[in-house]
């Protein structure tokens, strides 16, 4: 009954290969996430998805592209990876529905992570 | 988005109350105050949210004082459980749309001893 999973747990690569991270939730959300938290423990938001569409990008390097193939799933592609793209990557999810009216800040349900280290 | 200052570390023993003071000396009228609990290995698990106050649910209450700007996260009875990162985190909800983007600063982290 996890609410949000991401695949792999833990990825292990040499710089310049290409890898994916997939991300779904079976919360019926409308709106997905990806962070990045760097050895420092800072968590930064990298993009966001409304039903598919793409509605928040971050100053993120091209190599990073998203992927939304339905409201349920993002994934998140990574190319030509980098020592500096080593990180956990945490996918989260939130209601968005659309029309809601309230400007209240919607929890957001976050995954286990993904640990990437690019060697 | 208002920027948030916490104490880098606490330290407490079980069955103790802890408070975490949040200062956000740039809130602004519509932003609201939230706190994520993350344990290691785990992701950020939502705790709590007010705009002003006082906000209590089972976990924690979070007080807020007339002028918002700071807020302190108030953990009853802390348990070994309860060691975690806690980031406090200030800014406006989403649009009607419904999306909304969180900054989180470099939180709190609590270590809770026998």
């Known amino acids: 009954d996890t609410a949000v999973s991401q695949t792999p747990k833990y990825l292990v690569t040499q710089m310049g290969n290409d890898k994916s991270i997939k991300c779904e939730q079976n919360?019926?959300?409308?709106?997905m996430y990806w962070y990045k938290q760097d050895s420092k423990k800072f968590l930064k938001i990298m993009f966001s998805?409304?039903?598919?569409?793409?509605?928040i990008n971050e100053t993120v390097p091209n190599r990073f592209s998203p992927k939304s193939p339905d409201k349920a799933h993002l994934n998140l592609h990574i190319n030509s990876l980098e020592l500096g793209d080593s990180a956990v990557y945490f996918c989260?999810?939130?209601?968005?529905?659309?029309?809601?009216?309230?400007?209240?800040?919607?929890?957001?349900?976050f995954g286990p992570g993904t640990r990437l280290l690019v060697l | 988005l208002a920027k948030t200052t916490q104490p880098i570390s606490m330290d407490s023993y079980e069955g103790q109350e802890v408070n975490i003071t949040c200062s956000h000396n740039?809130?602004?009228?519509?932003?609201?105050i939230t706190w994520y609990q993350q344990f290691p290995s785990q992701g950020p698990r939502f705790i709590i949210q007010?705009?002003?106050t006082k906000v209590t649910n089972e976990v924690a209450s979070l007080f807020i004082p007339a002028d918002r700007k700071s807020s302190t996260l108030s953990l009853p009875r802390v348990s070994l459980s309860d060691t975690a990162v806690y980031y406090c985190?200030?800014?406006?909800?989403?649009?009607?749309?419904?999306?909304?983007?969180?900054?989180f600063g470099a939180g709190t982290r609590l270590a809770v001893h026998p």
């Open positions: 985190l200030v800014g406006e909800g989403g649009s009607p749309g419904g999306y909304n983007k969180l900054i």
């Open positions: 919360l019926g959300h409308d709106t």
């Open positions: 989260a999810s939130s209601l968005g529905t659309s029309g809601r009216t309230s400007r209240l800040q919607e929890t957001q349900y």
């Open positions: 998805y409304n039903n598919k569409e793409l509605i």
């Open positions: 007010g705009y002003k």
């Open positions: 740039n809130i602004a009228t519509n932003d609201y």
